[in-house]
């Protein structure tokens, strides 16, 4: 076993656990596949909430992406930064939808590996037990054409799927074997009529008209209608224009297709977790579309409502500055004002004494000065 197949094993640990305990409780296959199913969506629901959250505030913005990209047609550079200073607004990152999405295909991995190899990952044996079973059914003359097929060394090495092809032969036709072996668990694959361990590609090549082929080539069929309508679901309520409505179309075909071809080329048992998985999502998808966009359109509503106060505040600020200001120059007098004030100033301003007046003897001024002498030449004087 390499690297990755060892990490696998360790991986498998706890949903192989998980798995057993509601095989346990049910002692059916099929039901314990589908609680299996319902708690891993309950351990993701906090990260699809997440998930659903910000795919529907990108629905909602495909409207103002539409017009930056019709702005910015010929600027890609002020496309990108109009687009991102918008991401930045809103609080939405586009990656965190697709991230958390692919989280249910590391369960689909791991499940996969429980359900293909029932005897290494579910009832976590040692792979010698494989080797002992192969050569119990051997033995007993049960043909093996399907389980194992021959090496270049001559020994049998056994198929994708024939671990649990192995499971259903021993658990149906060598009991007494199974008894024998510590903690090996007769699983019973039977679910509704339907042989579980089987591929209904298989069913397809022999295929008669009884209720368990027919229930396990419909599986597939019901499992792609129903991610068809968990993908409905996801659009619904949700903005049919812009890139994310485009992704989200190109979902709505590939998720089902994809459905199907794992449906048809798996065993069915795995086509049981799909079926569930898909209800479910559709159940979910349709509740959280509906709780996010209602509670994002009342977010969007009280943060249009606090804009809206605030503009009204601002606009009462400038209007009370305005008339502040109004008040202020009706009391100042204008410069016409001034100007007549400082020419009436001017003109009643009372003239000091002139020297010319107060020094002017006769017609000469400044005749006066500091030795001046009323009678200096007056007749007195003169003898």
């Known amino acids: ?29 099929g039901l314990s596949l589908i609680f299996f199913t319902l708690v891993i969506k309950l351990v993701l629901l906090p990260f699809q909430m997440k998930s659903k959250k910000s795919m529907v505030r990108m629905n909602r913005m495909s409207g103002k992406m539409q017009e930056i990209q019709k702005k910015y047609a010929n600027n890609p550079a002020k ?67 399907n389980i194992a097929i021959a090496a270049k060394d001559g020994t049998m090495q056994v198929t994708a799927f024939g671990q649990i092809m192995m499971v259903n032969a021993i658990n149906t036709q060598l009991p007494d074997f199974a008894a024998t072996i510590p903690g090996w668990i007769s699983v019973n694959y039977s ?12 069913v397809i090549k022999a295929f008669t008209f ?80 509906k709780f996010y966009n209602q509670k994002i359109e009342e977010e969007e509503n009280q943060r249009q409502a606090v804009i809206e106060a605030d503009r009204k505040r601002r606009q009462e600020e400038a209007k009370q500055k305005q008339e502040e ?19 009436d100033a001017k003109v009643n301003k009372p003239k000091k004494a002139s020297t010319n007046e107060n020094g002017r003897v006769g017609d000469r001024p400044y005749a006066r000065g ?8 007056n007749d007195s004087n003169e003898k």
């Open 210 to 289: 009884t209720w368990s082929n027919i229930g396990v080539v419909l599986m597939p069929v019901v499992s792609a209608a129903l991610s068809f309508l968990m993908s409905m679901a996801s659009m619904s309520g949700q903005s049919k224009q812009g890139p994310a409505a485009n992704q989200m179309k190109m979902m709505m075909w590939m998720m089902p297709l994809m459905s199907l071809w794992i449906g048809f080329t798996l065993p069915a048992a795995l086509c049981v977790y799909w079926i569930a998985q898909s209800a479910f999502s559709a159940v979910q998808e349709w509740f959280m579309g």
């Open 191 to 202: 679910f509704l009529g339907m042989d579980l361990s089987v591929l209904p590609s298989n």
């Open 1 to 29: 076993m390499g690297f990755f197949g060892t990490l696998g094993y360790y991986v498998c640990i706890p949903f192989a656990a998980l798995l057993r305990l509601f095989y346990n409780l049910t002692g059916s296959y």
């Open 79 to 145: 496309q990108q930064e109009e687009t991102q200073k918008l991401y930045a607004e809103q609080g939405v990152n586009p990656m965190s939808g697709c991230l958390w999405s692919l989280l249910p295909m590391f369960f689909l991995i791991a499940l996969y590996a429980i359900i293909r190899q029932p005897i290494t990952h579910f009832m976590m044996l040692d792979s010698s037990v494989v080797d002992s079973a192969l050569s119990a059914l051997q033995s007993a003359g049960i043909d093996i054409s």
């Open 325 to 343: 200001q109004r008040r202020q120059s009706a009391q100042k007098p204008s410069l016409k004002e001034k100007r007549k004030a400082a020419q």
């Open 370 to 377: 500091r030795a001046y002498q009323e009678n200096r030449f």
